[in-house]
């Protein structure tokens, strides 16, 4: 299973644009790059999912590299709703899934 | 959909008791799983079924746990005899059939609201 690297927390201001960035060096050729966010006292929700490139969708964007070694979720003018704990994971179909200790976002008013 | 359903939503009970802990996956789904959440040990999965069939218990933490799913709709998740580190979040999940095996669809899972247990 690819090893994931993120941020423990991030803090930002209401309206701007908030980039977390996950590391996956030992990403395979087959896995796929999941994002999850998690409200307090909740399940954590599927965000977006992508292979390669670019994969936008009406909640945030992902932008992929063409190595594939990292990849970074993109939240466009967040507001306080979006304060929640997001996980990256890469993995492919059958594997366990593994979640790791995710990253901490705060946004401020 | 109404999502996947947990019950009960929060549950607390004493060292030594039976705890049962039940879902309801999204309809059509052909997966589910079982996770624990605590603040020590982050989001763990336990186990997942396959079309009723469990795939994966390596998760489960020892013999006082057990999970069965008798059918597509319905799951359990059995802790006897309870004990205080069982303290956690129960969560299960679900996700529809990946369709190729190297699909990421395995990955998009869909969580209950989860079950809060305490055990004192």
């Known amino acids: 299973l690819a090893k994931t690297t993120q941020p423990i927390s991030m803090d930002s201001y209401e309206g701007q644009e908030v980039n977390i960035t996950c590391s996956h060096n030992?990403?395979?050729?087959?896995?796929?790059i999941t994002w999850y966010q998690q409200f307090p006292s909740q399940g954590p929700r599927f965000i977006i999912q992508?292979?390669?490139t670019k994969v936008t969708n009406e909640v945030a964007s992902l932008f992929i590299p063409a190595d594939r070694k990292s990849s970074t979720l993109s939240l466009p003018r967040v507001s306080l709703s979006d304060t929640a704990v997001y996980y990256c994971?890469?993995?492919?179909?059958?594997?366990?899934?593994?979640f790791g200790t995710g990253t901490k976002l705060q946004v401020i008013p | 959909d109404a999502g996947v359903i947990q019950s009960p939503r929060h549950e607390v009970t004493e060292m030594g008791q039976e705890v049962t802990l039940r879902c309801k996956p999204i309809s059509g789904h052909d997966y589910l799983f079982w996770y624990r959440q605590t603040m020590m040990r982050g989001l763990e999965l336990l186990i997942y079924?396959?079309?009723?069939?469990?795939?994966?218990d390596s998760g489960m933490p020892e013999d006082r746990f057990s999970a069965k799913m008798p059918n597509a709709s319905f799951s359990t998740l059995k802790i006897q005899p309870s004990e205080p580190r069982d303290s956690a979040v129960y969560f299960c999940?679900?996700?529809?059939?990946?369709?190729?095996?190297?699909?990421?669809?395995?990955?998009?899972?869909?969580f209950g609201p989860g079950t809060r247990l305490t055990v004192t």
């Open positions: 030992n990403i395979a050729t087959n896995d796929y």
């Open positions: 992508g292979y390669k």
């Open positions: 994971l890469v993995g492919r179909g059958y594997q366990k899934v593994t």
């Open positions: 079924f396959n079309n009723n069939v469990p795939i994966d």
């Open positions: 999940a679900s996700s529809p059939h990946p369709g190729r095996q190297n699909s990421g669809k395995f990955y998009e899972q869909y």
